[in-house]
């Protein structure tokens, strides 16, 4: 199953979820974050939910719902760098709160003794991938437009 990965600059690619034990994952959804990521926090972007109609509530179906990780400590880096689709998702805009850093869209199931990450079902995966590249290819004409202007 299929994860996707948003950059800062608003690259969206897609990676296989990894394979291993949890502490294999987590460091492999570590390194995938990057910008020695230590830590993944899971965020529950309220316009991932509302407006683009992806499920937050996991079920024992792999992949159904849809989670979004973030670095937890990416505000204390040195070189903070906000991700755009991530703090439009997160509605910064409203808090003033944002995401810092490369961010990952991952499932989410029931399994065993509670919730745990898994890769996205193929439905998600593709409908997400292309509301991201959409983001992505609007973000990026109107950065492109601000530096004509100057």
């Given at each position: 199953?299929?994860?996707?990965?948003?950059?800062?600059?608003?690259?969206?690619?897609?990676?296989?979820?990894?394979?291993?034990?949890?502490?294999?994952?987590?460091?492999?959804?570590?390194?995938?974050?990057?910008?020695?990521?230590?830590?993944?926090?899971?965020?529950?972007?309220?316009?991932?939910?509302?407006?683009?109609?992806?499920?937050?509530?996991?079920?024992?179906?792999?992949?159904?719902?849809?989670?979004?990780?973030?670095?937890?400590?990416?505000?204390?880096?040195?070189?903070?760098?906000?991700?755009?689709?991530?703090?439009?998702?997160?509605?910064?805009?409203?808090?003033?709160?944002?995401?810092?850093?490369?961010?990952?869209?991952?499932?989410?199931?029931?399994a065993g003794d509670g919730?745990?990450?898994?890769?996205?079902?193929?439905?998600?995966?593709?409908?997400?991938?292309?509301?991201?590249?959409?983001?992505a290819s609007i973000l990026?004409?109107?950065?492109?437009?601000?530096?004509?202007l100057r």
């Amino acid at each position: 199953m299929k994860i996707i990965r948003v950059t800062t600059d608003n690259k969206v690619t897609a990676h296989d979820y990894p394979e291993g034990d949890f502490s294999r994952q987590n460091t492999a959804l570590s390194e995938l974050i990057g910008n020695g990521c230590e830590l993944v926090e899971r965020v529950h972007p309220k316009r991932l939910y509302e407006k683009l109609k992806f499920s937050c509530q996991p079920t024992m179906n792999e992949g159904e719902s849809v989670s979004m990780l973030v670095d937890e400590e990416g505000l204390l880096k040195d070189d903070v760098i906000v991700n755009p689709i991530g703090s439009f998702l997160y509605e910064t805009d409203k808090h003033g709160y944002i995401i810092a850093g490369n961010i990952l869209f991952v499932g989410e199931q029931i399994a065993g003794d509670g919730i745990s990450y898994c890769g996205l079902s193929d439905i998600n995966f593709n409908r997400l991938k292309t509301c991201l590249e959409q983001m992505a290819s609007i973000l990026n004409e109107e950065v492109q437009i601000c530096l004509e202007l100057r």
